[in-house]
């Protein structure tokens, strides 16, 4: 039967055209299960899949949308039950295969992440990549040894989906978090959501002729890249790390060796899109219990419908967006 789907189509001259549509289950890609699409939501990367030189979409036309969640409604794999919920992010997903803005889906099973107790669809979309990125970077550097009491730990782009997100995560295992944004608007935004500072993104751009400078945070996350992570990485403690996984600011990373090889700082590269299957499907059930983002009804900052993601997206790409938004797909479900 038919479904409803917010389409993307490169033309010949570069230019983009955006639309929602109509497509048949014929025209979605090749996949073992099929998913009727409750929520969805919107991420960086979303806006870039949606306009000229974007670098993220790889097929025409393409539904985007790198997460979803839902039901499936039918299964050629054994460990993948009809009526069964379930999420799908990252891979190829809204890349250069059809993503979550449409009202069906059809992913690999290899992409399927069952949903985990006590999350309902919509909860899983407030999360979202965005949330399993932060997840990822809590985990790796946890897993090298921060813990809470060893001091301020920096969140770069600290109101954007990754960013709140890791702030709230954070500041809920009892880290002391300070969030840099470039919002001056949102710093009690940031504050409510757990953060005992801000700074101001001016201080993290600031050119600075300095390798070196004091030794300020004992971890960081950060989203934003460019002249940003650069400034991290000068202002990290002994041994301390920086979790990477953005480039809102910039792709490019101007640095010197003296944070490594003087404060034996280590540069975290985090990857949400390729984690092996068992690896995602284990930090979901963290997401939902020990990891899971404290008022998540509170971090999502706007609920659209289907017809409505287009407004979302240039917002999203200006850096207008605090928070998360997410997208009520269809009947929107559970
Ligand atoms: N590696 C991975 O697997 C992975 C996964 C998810 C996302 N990402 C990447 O992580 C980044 C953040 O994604 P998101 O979905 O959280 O995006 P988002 O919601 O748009 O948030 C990005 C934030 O970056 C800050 N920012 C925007 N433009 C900036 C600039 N020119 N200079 C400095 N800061 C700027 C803003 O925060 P403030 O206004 O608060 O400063 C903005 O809210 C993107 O680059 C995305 O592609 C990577």
Not at 106 to 127: E, K, N, Q, Y
Not at 128 to 150: F, K, M, N, V
Request: aromatic content about 4%.
């Amino acid at each position: 039967m038919a479904f409803r789907a917010y389409l993307v189509e490169r033309n010949d001259d570069g230019s983009v055209n955006r639309s929602l549509t109509t497509l048949e289950p014929e025209q979605l890609h090749d996949g073992e299960v099929t998913i009727k699409v409750e929520w969805s939501s919107v991420n960086y990367k979303d806006a870039l899949a949606t306009i000229p030189n974007g670098g993220v979409a790889r097929v025409s036309p393409l539904v985007p949308g790198v997460d979803l969640a839902g039901t499936v409604v039918a299964s050629t794999d054994p460990g993948i039950s009809t009526g069964e919920p379930v999420i799908a992010h990252a891979y190829d997903l809204g890349v250069s295969h059809h993503g979550g803005f449409a009202e069906l889906a059809r992913v690999p099973a290899s992409w399927v992440v069952p949903m985990p107790d006590g999350l309902t669809a919509r909860d899983a979309m407030a999360i979202g990549t965005a949330g399993y990125t932060s997840a990822l970077s809590i985990e790796r550097l946890e897993s090298r040894g921060l813990q809470p009491g060893d001091g301020p730990v920096l969140v770069t782009g600290a109101t954007g989906g990754v960013g709140s997100t890791a702030v709230a995560m954070l500041a809920a295992r009892g880290y002391e978090v300070v969030g840099s944004t470039g919002k001056h608007e949102e710093h009690a935004y940031l504050r409510e959501l757990g953060a005992a500072g801000v700074l101001d993104r001016s201080e993290t751009v600031a050119d600075s002729g300095r390798a070196l400078e004091r030794e300020r945070w004992a971890a960081a996350v950060d989203c934003v890249g460019g002249a940003t992570l650069a400034y991290v990485l000068r202002t990290l403690r002994y041994g301390a790390a920086v979790a990477a996984s953005g480039n809102t600011g910039g792709r490019e990373l101007h640095t010197t060796v003296f944070p490594f090889i003087l404060r034996g700082v280590d540069l975290i590269g985090i990857d949400s899109v390729n984690t092996p299957i068992d690896r995602r499907r284990a930090v979901w059930r963290r997401l939902a219990t020990d990891l899971r983002p404290p008022h998540l009804e509170d971090s999502i900052a706007r609920e659209v419908a289907l017809d409505d993601v287009g407004a979302v997206l240039d917002d999203i790409r200006d850096g207008r967006v605090r928070g998360r938004v997410v997208v009520r797909v269809g009947d929107g479900g559970g």
